[in-house]
């Protein structure tokens, strides 16, 4: 019986990578963060970020839902869908829109790092996490937003400048040759 060549799996080191973002995500979100009430000043989200566009969307998607579910048992909160979700595509998005500006010049993949930042932020912060906010937490809608959208202003560039350095540092070749999937040959017997 042969196993389909094109197909690919995680390895061990994609795993390891992955469970060492997660693990940067939580301290960074979970223990190196400010708290107001329905604000949240933390950089947790660039792992997420990192995890989608080093190790695919998938992974992304992985480590964003694997992070917020360890962080609200860790903080005694409850796992609220639409703030989850937002945790997804973090890793999901940026992942995906990789696949637009994965053979573009660095100028290029630094603008489509931006882009996909931002319209990610837009679904994922001020969309998601604000729903989960109103419908699950009780906030009023009119009362947050205000500090939501001061809260991306300031957010936003950081997780730009950040998400780049990292990006375009020597940490991407060293991840992305190490977690290559690996294809499975076909056995000739």
Same mark, same amino acid.
């Given at each position: 019986?042969?196993?389909?060549?094109?197909?690919? +799996?995680?390895?061990?080191?994609?795993?390891?990578?992955?469970?060492?973002? %997660?693990?940067?995500?939580?301290?960074?979100?979970?223990?190196?963060?400010?708290?107001?009430? &329905? +604000?949240?000043?933390?950089?947790?989200?660039?792992? *997420?970020?990192? &995890?989608?566009?080093w190790?695919? /969307?998938?992974?992304g998607?992985?480590?964003?839902?694997?992070?917020?579910?360890?962080?609200? !048992?860790?903080?005694? $909160?409850?796992v609220? /869908? !639409?703030? *989850?979700?937002?945790?997804?595509?973090?890793?999901?998005?940026p992942g995906?829109?990789? $696949? !637009? $500006?994965?053979?573009?010049?660095?100028?290029?993949? *630094?603008?489509?790092?931006?882009?996909?930042?931002? %319209? #990610?932020?837009?679904?994922?912060?001020?969309?998601?996490t604000?729903?989960?906010?109103?419908? !699950?937490?009780? +906030?009023?809608?009119? #009362?947050?937003i205000?500090?939501r959208?001061?809260?991306? =202003?300031?957010?936003?560039?950081? +997780?730009?400048?950040? #998400?780049?350095?990292? $990006?375009?540092? /020597?940490?991407?070749?060293?991840?992305m040759?190490?977690?290559?999937p &690996? =294809?499975?040959?076909?056995?000739? =017997?």
């Open positions: 019986m042969q196993k389909n060549s094109c197909k690919t +799996y995680w390895n061990v080191k994609t795993l390891v990578f992955m469970a060492l973002l %997660v693990a940067m995500h939580l301290v960074l979100t979970r223990v190196f963060v400010v708290e107001l009430g &329905a +604000y949240r000043i933390s950089v947790g989200s660039v792992c *997420t970020i990192l &995890a989608g566009l190790m695919g /969307p998938a992974a998607a992985v480590c964003g839902f694997t992070a917020d579910i360890l962080g609200c !048992f860790m903080k005694g $909160y409850a609220d /869908p !639409f703030i *989850t979700t937002a945790a997804v595509c973090w890793g999901l998005l995906l829109a990789k $696949y !637009f $500006y994965a053979g573009r010049s660095r100028k290029g993949k *630094t603008v489509g790092i931006v882009l996909s930042i931002v %319209v #990610t932020a837009v679904i994922s912060s001020l969309v998601l604000t729903s989960g906010l109103v419908l !699950f937490q009780g +906030y009023n809608f009119f #009362t947050i205000p500090g959208l001061v809260q991306f =202003v300031i957010l936003i560039p950081i +997780y730009c400048v950040l #998400t780049c350095l990292l $990006y375009f540092s /020597p940490l991407t070749s060293l991840v040759d190490t977690v290559k &690996a =294809v499975l040959k076909k056995k000739t =017997v």
